[in-house]
């Protein structure tokens, strides 16, 4: 069965300082990976997505970045991190065939930047 | 504009009663997948259940089950004989075209199951 992993779970981060989320898949292989933000009370906004190595497709403009250097994993960076930064970040996979592409969440990192 | 629209930000039900989550959603494109998640206060989102635009039956998973109405744009959901457990935040999302894999996720709804 396939799994997912993300880490850390909760993060508190001074502003200006560098970001490093990870994320990895377990189970299968080439799967669509997503990195999503979620503001406190709120829906979620997607940041990035890669259908293959090295592929980043960014969502929204900011001070964020991607990065994909193995199959089934994906990171989530930043050089100086903004108070706005703040939120609850969720990795997710997909399958690159089927109908559906019902993605599936890791468990989530909690960042606090202060 | 927003793609997809939950109008009710919280619900209370009893226990073993059914509640109905409300979602709308705005496409013009004739292929299209409309989904539900469940974030329970842990934070991980967890897929329930998943409704194509070409479907002619409505799905149904369990407990889960999914009023989808085409000509209203309108995909709700069902949870029948609630359980504490079902309390959540439960969100709506659709993804547009056939082989899009981006999903466009609604504001969600707070649902508290009272015993």
């Known amino acids: 069965s396939q799994t997912i992993h993300q880490w850390p779970a909760t993060l508190v981060q001074p502003v200006g300082s560098p970001l490093s989320l990870e994320c990895t898949v377990e189970?299968?292989?080439?799967?669509?990976l997503y990195w999503y933000r979620q503001a406190a009370g709120r829906g979620l906004q997607l940041l990035f997505y890669?259908?293959?190595?090295?592929?980043i497709s960014s969502e929204v403009p900011q001070n964020l970045s991607a990065s994909r250097p193995q199959d089934r994993q994906f990171i989530l960076s930043s050089k100086k991190l903004l108070l706005s930064d703040s939120g609850f970040y969720l990795c997710?996979?997909?399958?690159?065939?089927?109908?559906?592409?019902?993605?599936?969440f890791g468990p989530g990192t909690r960042l606090t930047v202060t | 504009a927003q793609k997809i629209t939950q109008t009710q930000p919280g619900m209370f039900v009893q226990e073993k009663e059914a509640v109905t989550l409300d979602c709308t959603y705005d496409?013009?494109?004739?292929?299209?997948?409309l989904f539900w998640y469940k974030q329970p206060s842990s934070g991980e989102m967890i897929f329930l259940i998943y409704?194509?635009?070409?479907?002619?039956q409505n799905a149904t998973e369990g407990r889960y089950s999914l009023n989808f109405q085409k000509a209203r744009k309108s995909a709700n959901l069902v949870i029948s004989a609630s359980q504490l457990g079902d309390s959540a935040m439960y969100f709506c999302?659709?993804?547009?075209?056939?082989?899009?894999?981006?999903?466009?996720f609604g504001a969600g709804t707070t649902v508290t199951v009272r015993a």
């Open positions: 997710a996979w997909s399958q690159d065939r089927g109908i559906s592409y019902e993605q599936y």
């Open positions: 189970g299968t292989s080439n799967p669509n």
């Open positions: 890669s259908v293959g190595i090295g592929q």
């Open positions: 496409t013009s494109d004739p292929s299209y997948g």
């Open positions: 409704q194509g635009s070409y479907d002619q």
């Open positions: 999302a659709m993804r547009e075209g056939p082989s899009d894999y981006k999903l466009s």
